[in-house]
Nanobody, 126 residues
Framework: QVQLVESGGGLVQAGGSLRLSCVAS????????MGWFRRAPGKESEFVAA????????LHADSVKGRFAISMDNAKNTVYLQMNSLKPEDTAVYYC???????????????????WGQGTQVTVSS
């Protein structure tokens, strides 16, 4: 099993920045891809970004390209999401996810991820 714990959410004004962190523990050797998703009130879960642990290949949703950046510290088993130029429409609960199948291919579908954190709220005021 793998446990994921997010932190770093909060309330920020539009144009501001936040950095989310997600620490993975447990059987992390089988984790090759980690990602971030978000769910806004009344909306479906949305892919935000993903990263491959080896090589650092990243994938970002079009809605966040140029504003958000995913990164990883393998020594700390921690994935980050740096969020800049935040907009009110970025308001959501952000979830960390891990792909335990060992494919090494960052994907955008939530069904491709096996482990999920509890979520951290990000609220952007206008």
């Amino acid at each position: 099993q793998v446990q994921l714990v997010e932190s770093g959410g909060g309330l920020v004004q539009a144009g501001g920045s936040l950095r989310l962190s997600c620490v993975a523990s447990g059987r992390t050797r089988n984790i090759y891809v980690m990602g971030w998703f978000r769910r806004a009130p009344g909306k479906e879960s949305e892919f935000v970004a993903a990263i491959r642990r080896i090589g650092g290949f990243t994938l970002h949703a079009d809605s966040v390209k140029g504003r958000f950046a995913i990164s990883m510290d393998n020594a700390k088993n921690t994935v980050y999401l740096q969020m800049n130029s935040l907009k009110p429409e970025d308001t959501a609960v952000y979830y960390c996810a891990a792909d335990g199948r060992g494919t090494g291919v960052p994907r955008t579908g939530a069904s491709e991820y096996d482990y999920w954190g509890q979520g951290t709220q990000v609220t952007v005021s206008s």
